[in-house]
C-alpha cells in the first residue's frame, strides 16, 4: 500500500513570497489532516477535512495561509505571503475507516524555510 | 484546556539499558492516546494506539500502558537502531475530536 506522498520535500523561499505544498493521501482515506511541525516542537493540526470538507482549521492563520482538497483526494496548502516564523516542516497526514480510522499515516513532510 | 505534556525531553541510555517515557494528559474526554516515532527528516510513524486506563500494548522491545492521566512507554533492552523522538498524541472529545500532540522525547541509545 502507498503511504502519504508530499512534494515538494525542501523550500526556500524569500519573506513575503508565495509558497504552496501538495498532498496525496493514502487511496481511500477519506480524512485528511495538515500540521505544522517547528523545530524542537510536536506537530500542531493546521487544518482537517472529512472528505472535501473543512472539519477544523481553527489554528489556520487565515489571513495568510489556506488550503483546499478538491474532489476529496489531493490537497494544496498555500502561504501568501510568507514570514519568517513560517519555516517550519509541513506535514501531511490522512486517516481511513475501520480499525485504521483513528490512526493517523503521516508523509514525509515539507521542511520550509523563509529568508 | 486539553493538554499533552512529555518527559524527558531527551534521554540518552546505553545499550540494554531499560527505560520509561511519559506522557501526562489533561483531556475533557478521551477518544485515544497515540504513540508515534519520529526520525530525522522524516514524518512521524505510527507505533500504538490506547483507548482506556489499563489497556497495554506491545511491539518488539516496546510497550505501552495507560491510565487515567498518563501513558508510559517503556523501552526494553534498547538497540542504538531505537534512536529517535517518540511523540505522544491524544484525541479529545472536545470540539472537533482533534489530535493535540505533546513537544516528545528524544531518545539517544548508546552502544
Known amino acids: 500500500e502507498a503511504g502519504v506522498a508530499q512534494s515538494p520535500r525542501y523550500k526556500i523561499i524569500e519573506k513575503r513570497q508565495s509558497v504552496a505544498f501538495w498532498c496525496n493521501p493514502i487511496?481511500?482515506?477519506?480524512?485528511l489532516y495538515w500540521y505544522q511541525q517547528i523545530l524542537g516542537q510536536g506537530p500542531k493540526l493546521l487544518i482537517q477535512f472529512q472528505n472535501n470538507g473543512v472539519v477544523d482549521d481553527s489554528q489556520l492563520p487565515k489571513d495568510r495561509f489556506s488550503a483546499e482538497r478538491l474532489k476529496g483526494v489531493d490537497s494544496t496548502l498555500k502561504i501568501q505571503p510568507a514570514k519568517l516564523e513560517d519555516s517550519a516542516v509541513y506535514l501531511c497526514a490522512s486517516s481511513g475507516r475501520g480499525g485504521s480510522y483513528n490512526e493517523q499515516f503521516f508523509g514525509p513532510g515539507t521542511r520550509l524555510t523563509v529568508l | 484546556e486539553d493538554q499533552v505534556t512529555q518527559s524527558p525531553e531527551a534521554l540518552r541510555l546505553q545499550e540494554g539499558e531499560s527505560s520509561s517515557l511519559n506522557c501526562s494528559y489533561t483531556?475533557?474526554?478521551?477518544?485515544?492516546l497515540f504513540w508515534y516515532r519520529q526520525d530525522p527528516g522524516k514524518g512521524p510513524e505510527f507505533l500504538f494506539t490506547?483507548?482506556?486506563a489499563g489497556e497495554e500494548k506491545e511491539k518488539e522491545r516496546l510497550k505501552a500502558t495507560l491510565t487515567k492521566k498518563e501513558s508510559f512507554l517503556h523501552i526494553t533492552a534498547p538497540k542504538p537502531e531505537d534512536s529517535a523522538t517518540y511523540l505522544c498524541a491524544v484525541r479529545a472529545a472536545s470540539g472537533t475530536y482533534k489530535y493535540i500532540f505533546g513537544t516528545g522525547t528524544r531518545l539517544k541509545v548508546l552502544a
Open positions: 483531556v475533557s474526554g478521551l477518544r485515544g
Open positions: 490506547l483507548y482506556s
Open positions: 487511496s481511500g482515506h477519506a480524512t
